[in-house]
């Protein structure tokens, strides 16, 4: 009973470096979504894909790329590793927009 | 701008209190409200609301909607130390649209 799973759980990267964020689920669903959450921000969407073959930008989509693999997977890029991009990353998916969000484990990313 | 506040930010009670956490929102064409409860990692789904003033239960757990007041309040009695968590409150806009607006959370200590 995976649900959402994130890799890694944990990274350090120096800035200037880049790196791709890896989640799968598998239930299915239709929706993807990468999240960031910092201390007092709340989570703030970074990307979705509200269906395979389909990605949109959220609220903060600057410095990630995103891609939807397939239906069980979606990535998230960082090109150029920035400090302010030290963050946890949480990846979720949903069936549809009547449905709540299932979230993965998260990524704890640090960028010295 | 669509924008969902909680409060309080943080809260430390002892355990068999009862507590009221609250959310208010603003957002466009508003379509459902969801409480997630997160401890170390995964917000994990509480309630989902979209009609004015029914009540959702789960055992110690309870939450209703205010859709013209634009808020809703999540209580929890006889609290345990297991309640101890970040508590967070999302706001989706209309139907067919995929983002979920979050607030910041509550931070919730029970003491024993």
């Known amino acids: 009973n995976a649900g959402v799973t994130q890799t890694p759980k944990f990274q350090v990267l120096k800035t200037g470096q880049s790196m791709t964020l890896q989640c799968a689920q598998d239930?299915?669903?239709?929706?993807m979504y990468w999240y960031r959450q910092d201390p007092g921000m709340g989570l703030r969407l970074i990307y979705y894909?509200?269906?395979?073959?389909?990605?949109d930008k959220g609220e903060v989509p600057n410095g990630y790329n995103v891609s939807r693999l397939n239906k069980r997977e979606f990535s998230l890029r960082l090109e150029s590793a920035a400090p302010s991009q030290t963050s946890v990353y949480f990846c979720?998916?949903?069936?549809?927009?009547?449905?709540?969000?299932?979230f993965g484990d998260g990524t704890r990313l640090s960028i010295l | 701008e669509d924008k969902v506040v909680q409060s309080p930010l943080s809260l430390v009670v002892h355990e068999g209190d009862t507590v009221t956490l609250n959310c208010s929102y603003e957002?466009?064409?508003?379509?459902?409200l969801l409480w997630y409860k997160q401890e170390k990692k995964a917000p994990t789904f509480l309630f989902m609301l979209?009609?004015?003033?029914i009540e959702k239960k789960s055992g110690r757990l309870s939450s209703i909607l205010d859709k013209k007041e634009l808020f809703s309040i999540l209580n929890i009695t006889a609290t345990q130390t297991g309640d101890s968590a970040v508590y967070l409150c999302?706001?989706?806009?209309?139907?067919?649209?995929?983002?979920?607006?979050f607030g910041t959370g509550t931070r919730l200590k029970v003491l024993a």
């Open positions: 979720a998916s949903t069936g549809d927009s009547s449905q709540p969000q299932h």
């Open positions: 239930m299915n669903h239709n929706s």
């Open positions: 894909s509200a269906s395979e073959g389909t990605t």
């Open positions: 957002v466009t064409n508003f379509r459902s």
């Open positions: 979209t009609s004015s003033g």
């Open positions: 999302a706001a989706q806009p209309s139907s067919g649209t995929y983002k979920y607006i």
